[in-house]
């Protein structure tokens, strides 16, 4: 079988991006896309390493906030778009992380889901 030579990947340059923030009591998720919704980057407190309750902390989302700011700034990606959604108490530690490493921020939205009027009440009990 003959060697095939593999094309290297051309690197993108793009502007402006949405980071998506899910903050959990549990986790912190980030993926950062582009304005279309293709996925660029993710990361999370589980993959650098924090495990247990350590992973919903502030600290973790600082952490995962400045990681993902290194990989941004090989892209060229200057304005950022942040979406935050959960209970969670490290998403605004997202925001700072970004906002540190030089970041624009132009749009904080929160994307949290709200129940208009909750699921069904279980039936009646009967004794």
Do not use: C, W
Not at 60 to 67: C, M
Not at 91 to 107: E, P
């Amino acid at each position: 079988m003959a060697y095939k030579k593999k094309t290297k990947k051309a690197k993108r340059h793009i502007n402006s991006v949405i980071a998506h923030v899910k903050s959990s009591f549990n986790n912190t998720l980030v993926s950062i896309t582009s304005m279309d919704g293709d996925v660029l980057l993710t990361g999370s407190a589980g993959k650098l390493g924090f495990k247990g309750a350590r992973k919903g902390t502030p600290f973790a989302a600082t952490q995962v906030g400045s990681t993902l700011a290194k990989d941004m700034q090989t892209m060229g990606i200057k304005d950022v778009e942040v979406n935050l959604q959960g209970p969670g108490s490290a998403r605004d530690s997202v925001v700072r992380a970004l906002q540190g490493a030089g970041f624009n921020i132009t749009v904080l939205r929160d994307v949290t889901p709200l129940p208009h009027n909750g699921v069904r009440p279980a039936k009646k009990r009967r004794v």
